[in-house]
Nanobody, 124 residues
Framework: QVQLVESGGGLVQAGGSLRLSCAAS????????MGWFRQAPGKEREFVAAIMKNGRSTYYADSVKGRFTISRDNAKNTVFLQMNSLKAEDTAVYYC?????????????????WGQGTQVTVSS
């Protein structure tokens, strides 16, 4: 079992930045590929970014490419999502997820564990 806890959400003006963190705990938590998803009100949860266990391979949704950066610190069992140039349409609850599969998962079904989410609100 792996437990995931997100933090770092909040209210920010358009054009601003936020850094989300996802702290993982539990058995061999560093052996997991990780992803970030988001869900806006009235919409389905969507993929944002993913990172492999070694941190060298990443993948992004087109909507955030060039603005968001996913990274991880395996010594601290933490994954980050640096979000720059935020837009009103980035407003959502952001979730981190973990999978033991060796892949950059873009579908929810590819992940085994989920955090509770952190709210990000971007005012225009």
């Amino acid at each position: 079992q792996v437990q995931l806890v997100e933090s770092g959400g909040g209210l920010v003006q358009a054009g601003g930045s936020l850094r989300l963190s996802c702290a993982a705990s539990g058995r061999t938590s560093n052996n997991y590929s990780m992803g970030w998803f988001r869900q806006a009100p009235g919409k389905e949860r969507e993929f944002v970014a993913a990172i492999m266990k070694n941190g060298r391979s990443t993948y992004y949704a087109d909507s955030v490419k060039g603005r968001f950066t996913i990274s991880r610190d395996n010594a601290k069992n933490t994954v980050f999502l640096q979000m720059n140039s935020l837009k009103a349409e980035d407003t959502a609850v952001y979730y981190c997820a973990a999978t033991m599969r060796v892949l950059l998962g873009i579908r929810m079904s590819q992940y085994d564990y989920w955090g509770q989410g952190t709210q990000v609100t971007v005012s225009s």
